[in-house]
């Protein structure tokens, strides 16, 4: 596979086939430096190369005092392109908050040298790809209803005090989150309002991140596209969509959950999974794509 030929972490270069005057859409995956995210970025990795003959660029963030965990050393093995970054993870009150660290990756992807007619595909590590997106060049954020409540009044406060008019939180397309296709030319200024946005809420519970987007969206004056390209995994026997091109594997049950390989003791034991016997459901892509990656790994002598 082409894809597995050893990369720099310096070789940017667009590839040989780009046409001129056109970008290319670029995987970025945030992550943090601990075995539960290790795992997921090692199958996003496989499947980034698998679906869409893509390396991904995956940043780490955290202090360089610790060493990466094994797992990112891994797909660099493999011929991945992990980045480490400074953590974002602190809000301006001073609040530990972990998904602070998505728009920290957009900042500092945008400081490399990416062409302004690129964009970046901008996803959580839980996800994988079935098949090849047909991404948009403008800004857009995949549907996604699970937990968002804009009239909560801690939205609201937050809006206000970030100076964003309420009526603009009055639309359901705001329903929204990963993956984003974010053009480079804009990254920067999104990145930076983006984490303002976020601290404007008083503490970070997980979901500020998404509502935070759209308020930074809304004050710069942009608009987004709502697109369906993912598919979440809230029951392990659900068909999987014709229309997914990705999943986000974030919920889970008792069938399977990425939550089961939280603890660095744990984390291996992702690579075990057993075929699941119901063929053509989420559940079933996720583990034959994680049994894929063990042997893609295994054939590379990295295990």
């Given at each position: 596979?082409?894809?597995?030929?050893?990369?720099?972490?310096?070789?940017?270069?667009?590839?040989?086939?780009?046409?001129?005057?056109?970008?290319?859409?670029?995987?970025?995956?945030?992550?943090?430096?601990?075995a539960?995210?290790?795992?997921?970025?090692?199958?996003?990795?496989?499947?980034?190369?698998?679906?869409?003959?893509?390396?991904p660029?995956?940043?780490?963030h955290?202090?360089?005092?610790?060493?990466?965990?094994?797992?990112?050393?891994?797909?660099?093995?493999?011929?991945?392109?992990?980045?480490?970054?400074?953590?974002?993870?602190?809000?301006?009150?001073?609040?530990?908050?972990?998904?602070?660290?998505?728009?920290?990756?957009?900042l500092?992807?945008?400081?490399?040298?990416?062409?302004?007619?690129?964009?970046?595909?901008l996803?959580?590590?839980?996800?994988?790809?079935?098949?090849?997106?047909?991404?948009?060049?403008?800004?857009?954020?995949?549907?996604?209803?699970r937990?968002?409540?804009?009239?909560?009044?801690?939205?609201?406060?937050?809006?206000?005090?970030?100076?964003v008019?309420?009526?603009?939180?009055?639309?359901?397309k705001?329903?929204?989150?990963?993956?984003?296709?974010?053009?480079?030319?804009?990254a920067?200024?999104?990145?930076?309002?983006?984490?303002?946005?976020?601290?404007?809420?008083?503490?970070?519970?997980?979901?500020?991140?998404?509502?935070g987007?759209?308020?930074?969206?809304?004050?710069?004056?942009?608009?987004f596209?709502?697109?369906q390209?993912?598919?979440?995994?809230?029951?392990?026997?659900?068909?999987?969509?014709?229309?997914?091109?990705?999943?986000?594997?974030?919920?889970?049950?008792?069938?399977?959950?990425?939550?089961?390989?939280?603890?660095t003791?744990?984390?291996?034991?992702?690579w075990?999974?057993?075929?699941?016997?119901?063929?053509?459901?989420?559940?079933?892509e996720?583990?034959?794509q994680?049994?894929?990656?063990k042997?893609?790994?295994?054939?590379?002598?990295?295990?």
């Amino acid at each position: 596979m082409a894809g597995r030929k050893q990369v720099s972490l310096m070789d940017l270069r667009p590839p040989s086939k780009r046409k001129i005057g056109t970008g290319i859409h670029r995987v970025l995956v945030s992550a943090e430096n601990n075995a539960y995210m290790a795992w997921q970025c090692q199958l996003i990795h496989y499947s980034c190369l698998s679906r869409l003959g893509q390396i991904p660029l995956i940043v780490v963030h955290g202090s360089q005092e610790f060493a990466l965990s094994p797992g990112f050393g891994q797909i660099i093995s493999a011929g991945g392109l992990v980045r480490r970054a400074p953590s974002y993870r602190v809000t301006a009150s001073g609040h530990e908050y972990p998904p602070r660290n998505t728009p920290g990756t957009l900042l500092y992807a945008a400081g490399m040298n990416y062409s302004a007619d690129d964009c970046f595909i901008l996803c959580d590590p839980d996800m994988l790809f079935v098949r090849q997106p047909e991404f948009g060049r403008r800004l857009s954020a995949d549907e996604f209803r699970r937990g968002l409540d804009f009239k909560h009044r801690d939205v609201r406060h937050a809006a206000r005090k970030f100076g964003v008019a309420l009526d603009t939180l009055d639309n359901s397309k705001l329903h929204c989150g990963v993956p984003h296709v974010i053009p480079v030319r804009d990254a920067a200024r999104l990145a930076t309002m983006w984490l303002e946005a976020i601290d404007a809420f008083k503490l970070g519970l997980w979901e500020h991140s998404m509502y935070g987007f759209v308020m930074a969206v809304a004050k710069l004056g942009m608009d987004f596209d709502l697109t369906q390209l993912s598919v979440l995994n809230a029951h392990s026997r659900d068909p999987l969509p014709s229309y997914a091109a990705m999943i986000h594997y974030c919920c889970g049950d008792r069938i399977w959950t990425k939550r089961r390989y939280w603890k660095t003791e744990s984390a291996p034991r992702v690579w075990d999974a057993k075929p699941f016997a119901h063929d053509g459901t989420v559940a079933s892509e996720i583990i034959s794509q994680i049994r894929a990656a063990k042997s893609f790994y295994s054939s590379s002598h990295i295990w």
